[in-house]
């Protein structure tokens, strides 16, 4: 799977600190960032003619798809760490 190619270093760096699953999650966090930086900037130069000021009907939508998916990841990472700090032996 080329993902795993080229984001080898970021991959071992997170599992190492957070566990596979966590870790793994954070990448595509990371990623998922990055498209919407991308996505931000484009919208930039694609404004509507409706809206001035406002991107183009398409990139709202993916904006807010990508949005969506972040806040998804990020509730299934804390769902993770709570399971697995309820796991910890209490002292």
Partial sequence: ????????EELEHYET???VPRGRLAVTMDMITDAMALVGQHGVYCQSQRWPGKPVMDIQ?????????????????EELKRISDSNLPKN
């Fill in 17 to 19: 600190m957070m566990g």
């Fill in 1 to 8: 799977m080329p993902v795993f190619d080229d984001k080898q």
């Fill in 61 to 77: 939508l993916i904006m807010k798809s990508l949005t969506g998916a972040k806040e998804l990841i990020q509730s299934v990472m």
